[in-house]
């Protein structure tokens, strides 16, 4: 459940047992997404995963990092020592606050501090276990829909602007581009060097039920993998405790 309009003794009394993070990213999307669309998307699927585990929802984190978009105005981002820094103190602050139990929900494939975040504060912080999830990880599905060579203002992240903020797109600018270049030259330059669009993907294909299908099956499987991954994660720290695991040789 979101909490940013409640009150913190309704906070108190529902006393929520896991925290939601849900990170965005401040970047262009092509010509006929807004810049926010990582931020609007991530949103809508950390508020139906918090909605199922009866969890305590963060404010969509804005700015992330986002190198891979530098060449043209629009997109910003932190630099990735400061926002390494700023992920831990929030995920040490909840832990602070009581929270054993945090789930990091990225809606942009670009955050690459994200896993040495996530493993800083699972060593140092034992009695409570952090985790994130792709929410977007469901293209073994039988029914998956879409063209699998897309990442970014592309089919999926179309169809799902048209299923959410359909007022917020715009089709008459839809572009198809598929990079000769696979997804890793992302490391090398900018976005803009294979597509000069800023599209990698077949945004012309999108379509509001194609959203809708994504947007349920997201919210379904997030929140699926982050109850197994707990359930886990608890079974590797008993049997940690008990000496089965890490325990002297024999």
């Given at each position: 459940m979101r909490y940013i309009d409640k009150t913190g003794p309704e906070i108190a009394l529902r006393n929520p047992r896991i925290a939601i993070?849900?990170?965005g990213s401040f970047e262009q999307h092509g010509p006929h997404l807004p810049l926010?669309?990582?931020n609007i998307l991530v949103e809508a699927v950390a508020e139906?995963?918090?909605?199922?585990?009866?969890?305590?929802?963060?404010?969509?984190?804005?700015?992330?990092?986002?190198?891979?978009?530098?060449?043209?105005?629009?997109?910003?981002?932190?630099s990735a020592d400061v926002f390494y820094r700023y992920l831990v103190g929030?995920?040490?602050?909840?832990?602070?606050?009581?929270?054993?139990?945090i789930v990091l929900?990225?809606?942009?494939?670009?955050?690459?501090?994200?896993?040495?975040?996530?493993?800083y504060v699972n060593a140092f912080y034992r009695d409570s276990a952090v985790v994130f999830v792709d929410p977007y990880e469901v293209r073994s599905a039988p029914d998956f829909p879409f063209d699998e060579?897309?990442?970014?203002?592309?089919?999926?992240?179309?169809?799902l602007m048209l299923y959410i903020r359909p007022d917020l797109v715009d089709m008459s600018k839809?572009?198809?581009?598929?990079?000769?270049?696979?997804?890793?030259?992302?490391?090398?330059?900018?976005?803009?060097?294979?597509?000069?669009?800023?599209?990698?993907?077949?945004?012309?294909?999108?379509t509001a039920e194609k959203g809708k299908w994504l947007l349920e099956k997201a919210i379904e499987e997030a929140a699926l993998r982050?109850?197994?991954?707990?359930?886990?994660?608890?079974?590797?720290?008993?049997?940690?405790e008990s000496g089965r695991i890490g325990g002297d040789a024999q």
């Amino acid at each position: 459940m979101r909490y940013i309009d409640k009150t913190g003794p309704e906070i108190a009394l529902r006393n929520p047992r896991i925290a939601i993070l849900p990170l965005g990213s401040f970047e262009q999307h092509g010509p006929h997404l807004p810049l926010g669309t990582d931020n609007i998307l991530v949103e809508a699927v950390a508020e139906g995963v918090a909605e199922r585990l009866g969890a305590f929802q963060l404010p969509v984190q804005p700015i992330t990092t986002c190198y891979e978009h530098h060449g043209k105005k629009g997109s910003v981002h932190y630099s990735a020592d400061v926002f390494y820094r700023y992920l831990v103190g929030i995920m040490e602050t909840l832990i602070g606050k009581g929270f054993r139990k945090i789930v990091l929900i990225p809606g942009h494939g670009g955050i690459f501090v994200l896993e040495p975040a996530v493993r800083y504060v699972n060593a140092f912080y034992r009695d409570s276990a952090v985790v994130f999830v792709d929410p977007y990880e469901v293209r073994s599905a039988p029914d998956f829909p879409f063209d699998e060579q897309g990442i970014h203002a592309d089919d999926m992240e179309t169809s799902l602007m048209l299923y959410i903020r359909p007022d917020l797109v715009d089709m008459s600018k839809a572009v198809d581009c598929i990079p000769e270049k696979p997804r890793p030259y992302l490391n090398y330059g900018s976005i803009f060097t294979h597509s000069p669009s800023g599209v990698w993907g077949y945004a012309t294909r999108a379509t509001a039920e194609k959203g809708k299908w994504l947007l349920e099956k997201a919210i379904e499987e997030a929140a699926l993998r982050i109850q197994n991954l707990f359930a886990e994660l608890a079974g590797v720290e008993a049997a940690i405790e008990s000496g089965r695991i890490g325990g002297d040789a024999q």
